[in-house]
């Protein structure tokens, strides 16, 4: 069953602009994280935050966590056109030891 | 280098004829998956393994069988596949509750 739910399923924006993502899940989590896909290809790891934390920053990624509302949002700062690609949520619930992945947000960032 | 492979990358093949796609990762991790994803349902887990001869159902486990022999590899076996099963495929390997390596993937066509 799909666990985080990204909102919203596509995004479009002019490079420059920061891209807001986010997810939203239903179960008590270890940790959250994001990952990046390019077309066709595997997915790649960006970031991870913990159930104890509330922010995080990797570069022009910025990922907060509210565990209270179950949601996590991703921002890209200064979106680029190589930034173009599906980002995903996936959680690493408490109950198991499975991660699970949302259906992902289509980025297109336009030159 | 720390990777995880996948083979073959591209496979075509017919209703019935038994295959199997190799996974294979470098970095003696405990935890590895495999996941199918499909237009609009995102990634879902077949089968996972914590450790060698340990494996468990996902989501979406009908029609698939693994094996766990050995730490580094977790091979995907289609017994007899089907037209519903043709999907983009990928294994992944974690260790304890990190991020997640995933492999190049592997494009399934069943006739």
């Known amino acids: 069953s799909q666990q985080g739910e990204e909102d919203p399923q596509a995004l479009s924006i002019q490079e420059g602009e920061n891209a807001t993502m986010n997810c939203s899940y239903k179960?008590?989590?270890?940790?959250l994280q994001w990952y990046r896909q390019n077309s066709g290809r595997g997915l790649v790891h960006l970031i991870l935050?913990?159930?104890?934390?509330r922010e995080k920053h990797s570069g022009r990624l910025r990922v907060t966590l509210d565990t209270s509302k179950k949601s996590s949002s991703l921002l890209i700062t200064a979106s680029r056109a190589a930034d173009t690609a599906s980002y995903f949520c996936?959680?690493?619930?408490?109950?198991?030891?499975?991660?699970?992945f949302g259906e992902g947000t289509q980025l297109t960032v336009n030159p | 280098e720390a990777q995880v492979t996948q083979n073959p990358r591209y496979l075509i093949t017919v209703t019935g004829k038994k295959l199997t796609v190799t996974c294979s990762q470098n970095?003696?991790?405990?935890?590895m998956s495999w996941y199918r994803q499909d237009p609009g349902l995102g990634l879902r887990q077949i089968y996972y393994?914590?450790?060698?001869?340990?494996?468990d159902k996902g989501d979406v486990p009908e029609g698939y069988k693994v094996s766990r022999k050995e730490k580094r590899n977790f091979p995907l076996i289609l017994e007899s596949p089907s037209p519903n099963q043709t999907s983009l495929y990928f294994c992944?390997?974690?260790?304890?509750?990190?991020?997640?390596?995933f492999g190049p993937g592997t494009r399934l066509t069943v006739l």
């Open positions: 992944a390997s974690r260790e304890g509750y990190n991020e997640q390596f």
């Open positions: 179960t008590s989590i270890n940790n």
């Open positions: 935050i913990r159930s104890n934390e």
């Open positions: 996936a959680t690493d619930e408490t109950s198991g030891s499975r991660l699970t």
């Open positions: 970095m003696n991790h405990e935890y």
């Open positions: 393994s914590m450790n060698v001869e340990v494996t």
